[in-house]
């Protein structure tokens, strides 16, 4: 099965920006939805962004102008840009992975495999 292990998270101030990895083993991004979540404890966990097997990609509402995800299939890695961030982007953000014969999905239930975390703390 496919791992996924997290990357590039930290501490930013507004209005700054970060760059998320999600780097996958096992199995080749090419069979799989790739999606970032994110979570703020006491919270469920809230799509972001989903970059399909074929290159289409889906944000959030709150994500759309400031966020861009994309993929290297090469790499075997999926990325998450985040631009203008803010106070409230402050959460643990997941990549997960879902096969790609089951279609697109936006809510954690539809997706099986995650990676660990990554904190984002975005200071005012």
């Known amino acids: 099965q496919i791992q996924l292990v997290e990357s590039g998270g930290g501490l930013v101030q507004a209005g700054g920006s970060l760059r998320l990895s999600c780097e996958a083993s096992g199995r080749t991004l090419s069979g799989y939805v790739m999606a970032w979540f994110r979570q703020v404890p006491g919270h469920e966990r809230t799509f972001v962004a989903l970059?399909?097997?074929?290159?289409?990609?889906d944000y959030a509402a709150f994500a759309k102008g400031r966020f861009t995800v994309s993929r290297d299939n090469a790499k075997n890695t999926v990325y998450l840009q985040m631009d203008a961030l803010g106070p409230t982007d402050t959460a643990i953000y997941y990549c997960a992975a879902r096969e790609r014969r089951k279609g697109l999905g936006t809510t954690s239930e539809d997706y099986r495999y995650w990676g660990q975390g990554t904190q984002v703390t975005v200071s005012s």
């Open positions: 970059s399909s097997a074929l290159g289409s990609t």
